[in-house]
């Protein structure tokens, strides 16, 4: 048995992506893939890999100072400066990362973005939309569980740039180079973190090796 050294995540080929190296994540991912994974253990390996990942995403939140009081001594410390989040789930995967972000920040606001995928010429589609107020003053982070050829995002983003938004980052579990391409030349301002960047699309425009097709895995559909 050969052990996958860390920091071996594929060539990003100077695109503004992060894919995590971390054991965990790793771990996970793999249980995600296999097709005997049942539906409430597909919901949960998303559940806790949006959480992994939600850590890294948000590492540059600002901070300022403040004073609290310990049971021991008043001590400076650190809390969340005043900027604003929100959380937008692209319909329907991205419902199964929301709640995770919404565990590391109780209080952003929620929106939803709905778009679909046409079979015959794989566009984005879009259906429903609904944004938090104030959408323009937020930290906007914008979940999909599969970044595959793109275009649900690039549209994503450019839904919400058009509505005011300005700093936008972009959370998939399973991302291909088509779609991690797309993402930078339409919006190279928008960081990209993954767990798993993966080879390449097949003829359907699936991610391979992938995980299949996310929406159906986690509610349980065909």
Do not use: C
């Not at 789930?89 to 709640?99: D, F, K, T």
């Not at 939309?129 to 104030?134: D, M, N, R, S, V």
Request: a negative charge.
């Amino acid at each position: 048995m050969s052990e996958r050294p860390q920091g071996d995540v594929g060539d990003t080929r100077g695109w503004n992506v992060k894919v995590l190296d971390h054991p965990l994540v790793q771990h996970k991912v793999t249980l995600l893939r296999d097709k005997r994974t049942n539906v409430r253990d597909f919901r949960a390996l998303v559940h806790e890999i949006t959480l992994l990942m939600g850590y890294e995403a948000l590492r540059d939140l600002r901070l300022v100072e403040t004073t609290v009081e310990t049971p021991l001594a008043e001590t400076t410390a650190w809390t969340l400066a005043g900027r604003k989040l929100a959380v937008v789930g692209i319909l329907r995967a991205g419902l199964s990362m929301v709640e995770a972000v919404l565990e590391l920040v109780p209080h952003a606001r929620v929106g939803h973005i709905g778009l679909y995928r046409d079979p015959v010429t794989h566009l984005p589609v879009e259906y429903y939309g609904k944004l938090p107020a104030e959408i323009g003053e937020r930290d906007v982070v914008l979940v999909d569980p599969m970044l595959a050829t793109g275009g649900s995002a690039v549209a994503a983003i450019g839904f919400l740039k058009d509505a005011g938004a300005q700093r936008i980052r972009l959370l998939s579990v399973i991302g291909a180079p088509e779609g991690v391409a797309a993402v930078h030349d339409a919006h190279p301002d928008v960081a990209i973190t993954l767990a798993a960047l993966d080879s390449h699309l097949n003829d359907h425009a699936y991610i391979v090796p992938g995980l299949g097709d996310a929406g159906d895995r986690i509610f349980g559909t065909r």
